[in-house]
């Protein structure tokens, strides 16, 4: 075989046919698929953990023969600093998003963001009765600037007191827990300027103390997106189940295209509205109207509020472009590879950059501005427009490929179809299943794609697996892209592939809200956005309360098979700090240390109940997920059992 010939057969890591129909033609211009392969052999010091650059005496790299850095840090000690360094660029990451919303609502009540208005008067009602805000007799913008300013305090207070997100939305063990521990923030800011400072050169060498400050960070991850979800609903509303469709077949060659990519819906939410309300000049353009389509987490925003569909996830973002009929890709922030404009260039594409901290060179930039956000996205779109022009008759190449997708499972969605069987405590419709081993379990299925595993396989195959025994899977991210694109988000899988036990509940559901839903329910519940995994940590907790117990005591479990961000690496390790077992699929940089490494698998459950699982081979990942999920079933019914016995509570240990 030549060597072309041999590339084009080993860049094919993927099982979507879409993509691999792309990745099969003659390209003008490499993608991630090839740059993977010029990467490779990757340098085993960084896969492992064990190559410090912190201070430039470096790198300094562990071997056998130079055990310790130039400072005398051992693997240790580099381990963890790496990891906590990690875990901030994730916590950072999320809390920007959510800080950019919270100062989006904060100029909204200054009148500084006219296109801006409150579309869940409940929601926000529902957020001041969290935090003891008075509602009675007050206006919604009243209510809303007390919950801003406790956000804003969450996200400043240098002292007096601890994150009020975190406090008020966990469990009252995992808070006992927290505090014990002292990783409970005292603000994110706080956290994020004292974790860098401790991994300071020349400042923490306690793997363990760095490690705990990890799991800090990680909360501070979680506080603010739980920020990020809780006030995006309050603005943009919160999701109810959308019925639409995913993959590269909803580009529409007759239509002016464009995708919205990248995290925040602050910029993508105008564009929906832009949109509606110039169709009529693409029209006038000669085009049939105009389409949208998400990518990655900005997709998952408006796929869940406005039922706008994925055209592909994460890895393949470059792809779409290479069908030749995207007239205009606009990003906001995380996740965007450089590389989109390299090919934007090849396809005629107009790459859209916005956000001021993440710009692309020779792309089109917006300095987006909450003052002037509905004139910016009908720029967006008249961009595009123009865009369509210059694309006249040329030829389109696109891969029919499309699958029914229903999203939009907020948990206030997910209460709402179990409270039609049980009004008064909706969450025992989920735990009576569980109890009665109906349902083994409930396994969020998290992160990203990563080329370091076959794009979209490993979701797939474990999604498939969990299902199959009867586990409730719930998606957020770039898993639940791969879901949408590959059918699991359809009514059909169902039968496909639910076990009897998990059939029988989804049909429950189903005949319980006929005359609610426009149609059946999926196989996987979709969650959101990676910031929204707090929706799926907020069914933990309630399911873990209605319980009596704490989260380490549920069969709950989550999953990230193709984790690939620092953003996965906080979420991962709150999950942990959260009590759940955690299942990577692509093992992170941790195993240049063996006491780190030892921590993050075993003793991490000691102290939190909760633990991280690596197991690259899908099928194994799926069923040791199943064995902590059993494992964790059979313990409760033996506690619940003894407590009835003995009339007494569940025991807090694990
Ligand atoms: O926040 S799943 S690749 S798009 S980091 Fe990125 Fe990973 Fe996708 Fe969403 Ni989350
Ligand atoms: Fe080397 Fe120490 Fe500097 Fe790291 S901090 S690069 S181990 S000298």
């Known amino acids: 075989m030549s060597d072309a010939k041999k590339k084009a057969v080993d860049r094919n890591r993927s099982i979507d046919p879409a993509v691999l129909e792309v990745l099969s033609r003659e390209l003008p211009t490499e993608t991630t698929y090839d740059r993977y392969l010029a990467q490779q052999p990757q340098c085993k010091f960084g896969d492992t953990g ?37 875990a901030l660029g994730g916590a950072a990451a999320h809390s920007d998003h959510s800080k950019h919303i919270l100062l989006t609502l904060k100029a909204m009540l200054e009148g500084h963001a006219p296109d801006y208005s409150i579309k869940s008067p409940e929601k926000l009602k529902a957020i001041a009765v969290r935090f003891n805000i008075a509602t009675e007799g007050r206006s919604d913008l009243e209510i809303l600037a007390d919950v801003v300013k406790l956000g804003l305090e969450d996200f400043t207070r240098m002292t007096g007191g601890k994150s009020k997100w975190i406090e008020k939305t966990v469990t009252p063990g995992r808070l006992q827990k927290f505090s014990d521990c002292d990783i409970l923030p005292t603000s994110i800011f706080e956290t994020i300027a004292s974790a860098t400072a401790q991994t300071h050169m020349g400042m923490d060498a306690d793997p363990v103390n760095l490690i705990f400050k990890a799991l800090e960070v990680a909360l501070c991850d979680y506080n603010g997106m739980h920020i990020g979800t809780d006030l995006s609903d309050v603005l943009f509303g919160v999701p109810i189940p959308v019925y639409t469709e995913a993959n590269f ?122 003052e002037k956000a509905l004139e910016q996205a009908k720029q967006v779109i008249r961009i595009a427009i123009d865009s369509y022009k210059e694309r006249g008759d040329a030829e389109c190449i696109i891969p029919s490929m499309k699958s029914k997708v229903v999203a939009g499972f907020s948990l206030e969605t997910m209460f709402g179809l179990f409270g039609a069987i049980n009004a008064d405590a909706p969450v025992k419709v989920l735990t009576d299943s569980l109890k009665s081993g109906e349902l083994r379990g409930v396994v969020l299925m998290a992160g990203c794609n990563n080329t370091k595993v076959m794009h979209d396989e490993s979701h797939t195959v474990v ?50 809200n006929a005359d609610k839903l426009e149609g059946k329910l999926p196989l996987v519940f979709h969650m959101g956005s990676c910031v929204d995994n707090t929706r799926a940590m907020n069914l933990a907790t309630a399911i873990a309360n209605d319980l009596g117990v704490d989260v380490p005591k549920i069969p709950f479990a989550a999953s990230a098979p193709e984790a690939m ?44 109940g909760g633990f991280f699982i690596w197991e690259t081979d899908p099928s194994k990942g799926a069923e040791k997920i199943l064995e902590a999920l059993d494992y964790r079933s059979w313990k409760l019914k033996i506690h619940a059992q003894t407590a009835e016995k003995f009339e007494a509570s569940a025991s807090t240990g694990w």
């Open 249 to 370: 077949g909803v580009i529409d060659p007759a239509k002016v295209n464009i995708a919205v990519h990248g995290h925040n819906p602050l910029l993508s939410e105008m564009i929906v509205q832009a949109a509606r309300e110039l169709d009529s000049e693409a029209k006038a353009a000669g085009a049939a109207g105009i389409q949208l389509m998400g990518i990655c987490c900005t997709g998952n925003e408006v796929l869940m509020r406005q039922g706008v569909p994925p055209v592909t996830n994460f890895l393949s973002q470059e792809l779409p472009m290479m069908t030749g009929a995207i007239d205009a890709m606009v990003v906001d922030v995380q996740c965007i590879m450089p590389g989109l404009q390299t090919v934007a260039e090849c396809f005629n594409t107009k790459i859209i950059t916005t956000s001021k901290n993440a710009k692309i060179p020779s792309s089109h930039y917006i300095d987006y501005s909450e």
């Open 50 to 86: 064990i190559c410090c650059r912190i201070c430039i005496q470096g790198p300094c790299r562990i071997t056998a023969k130079a055990p310790k850095g130039i400072c005398g840090a051992t693997a240790y000690t580099i381990v963890a600093r790496n990891l906590v360094r990690s």
């Open 463 to 512: 999604a498939k697996e969990l299902a199959k025994n009867n586990v409730l899977v719930l998606a957020t991210g770039c898993a639940a892209g791969s879901f949408a694109k590959l059918g699991l988000l359809s009514p059909e899988a169902v039968d496909q592939y639910a076990g009897d036990g998990l059939k029988a509940f989804i049909r429950r559901l189903e005949e319980a």
């Open 565 to 608: 961000s620092e953003k996965a690496i906080a979420i991962g390790s709150w999950c942990v700090a959260m009590g759940l077992p955690t299942h990577v699929g692509v093992v992170p940089p941790v195993t240049g240390s063996e006491l780190v490494n030892g921590i993050a698998l075993q003793i991490a459950h000691d102290v939190y």
